[in-house]
Nanobody, 124 residues
Framework: QVHLVESGGGLVQAGASLRLSCAAS????????MGWFRQAPGKEREFVAG????????SYTDSVKGRFTISRDNAKNTVYLQMNSLKPEDTAVYYC?????????????????WGQGTQVTVSS
């Protein structure tokens, strides 16, 4: 079991930036790919970004490409999501998740452990 804790969410105006952090409880964190997902009210949870266990690859959903950057620091057991040029449509609860089998999937059912989420609200 890997315990994840997200932080860094908040209320910002359109065009602002936020950096989300996700701290993992175990050093085995470095063995796993990681992902960020988000869920807006009344919508399904959607993939935002993923990163390989040694940062050998990253992937993004089209709507955030060029604005969001996922990264990780295995020494700190932490994955980050830098979000720039935020838009009102980015408003959601953001979750990080563990991909134990390094599938690089964009589907939530392929992720094994989840954090509690952090709220991001972007006003227009």
């Amino acid at each position: 079991q890997v315990h994840l804790v997200e932080s860094g969410g908040g209320l910002v105006q359109a065009g602002a930036s936020l950096r989300l952090s996700c701290a993992a409880s175990e050093r085995s964190f470095s063995y796993y790919a990681m992902g960020w997902f988000r869920q807006a009210p009344g919508k399904e949870r959607e993939f935002v970004a993923g990163v390989g266990r040694s940062s050998s690859w990253t992937s993004y959903t089209d709507s955030v490409k060029g604005r969001f950057t996922i990264s990780r620091d295995n020494a700190k057991n932490t994955v980050y999501l830098q979000m720039n040029s935020l838009k009102p449509e980015d408003t959601a609860v953001y979750y990080c998740a563990v991909d134990r089998f390094n599938r690089g999937s964009k589907y939530s059912q392929d992720y094994d452990y989840w954090g509690q989420g952090t709220q991001v609200t972007v006003s227009s």
